[in-house]
T-cell receptor
Framework: GNSVTQMEGPVTLSEEAFLTINCTYT??????LFWYVQYPGEGLQLLLK?????DKGSNKGFEATYRKETTSFHLEKGSVQVSDSAVYFC????????????FGKGTHLIIQP | SQTIHQWPATLVQPVGSPLSLECTVE??????LYWYRQAAGRGLQLLFY??????ISSEVPQNLSASRPQDRQFILSSKKLLLSDSGFYLC????????????FGPGTRLTVL
């Protein structure tokens, strides 16, 4: 079956630090990959996505590259801000998507001023 | 534009009581609809998805059920809540023609005592 593994949190960084949140996956076929963000007290928002190998998704200074050879989709940002503090979920979808997403457990990111 | 609503936002219920959570979508027709549960330390888990009125697929056996009485209405129910039903419940929708992109509601925090 499908599964997503992401690094355990919380991850605590200082403002302007470089961020990497690791995500690896196991899936049948060729999945689409996503990063979702959940700010405190809110629902999930799509942050970025990639639908095929070597695609790079980017949004709000965050980037992630679909690496088929390493089955990874690591999230990166060059300089984080306090407002980036949130829980980040890596997810995948296969088979046309009508049967939902498979999510990782989430990584809580805390940015200190 | 499309919007998704969930209510109530928070709910505290005793063990053994019934449950009804409602989700509605505006601004789109024939969406795919999803219920997820986010439990502490366990990430997001897909509970149910629906591709049309009266069509419900269950991903995880449990004491919860879902119904879709109207095109843009999705209801999560239980006849008797368990302590383990506590969690954060998220409704999501995706366009029928672009199923690999999902949009999430604000969520309902359920505490079973």
């Amino acid at each position: 079956g499908n599964s997503v593994t992401q690094m355990e949190g919380p991850v605590t960084l200082s403002e302007e630090a470089f961020l990497t949140i690791n995500c690896t996956y196991t899936a049948t076929g060729y999945p689409s990959l996503f990063w979702y963000v959940q700010y405190p007290g809110e629902g999930l928002q799509l942050l970025l996505k990639a639908t095929k190998a070597d695609d790079k998704g980017s949004n709000k200074g965050f980037e992630a590259t679909y690496r088929k050879e390493t089955t990874s989709f690591h999230l990166e940002k060059g300089s984080v801000q306090v407002s980036d503090s949130a829980v980040y979920f890596c997810a995948l979808e296969t088979g046309g998507g009508a049967d939902g997403l498979t999510f990782g457990k989430g990584t809580h990111l805390i940015i200190q001023p | 534009s499309q919007t998704i609503h969930q209510w109530p936002a928070t709910l505290v219920q005793p063990v053994g009581s019934p449950l009804s959570l409602e989700c509605t979508v505006e601004g789109t027709s024939n969406p795919n609809l999803y219920w997820y549960r986010q439990a502490a330390g366990r990430g997001l888990q897909l509970l149910f998805y629906s591709v049309g009125i009266g069509q419900i697929s269950s991903e995880v056996p449990q004491n919860l059920s879902a119904s879709r009485p109207q095109d843009r209405q999705f209801i999560l129910s239980s006849k008797k809540l368990l302590l383990s039903d506590s969690g954060f419940y998220l409704c999501a929708w995706s366009p029928a023609t672009r199923v690999n992109e999902q949009f999430f509601g604000p969520g309902t925090r359920l505490t079973v005592l």
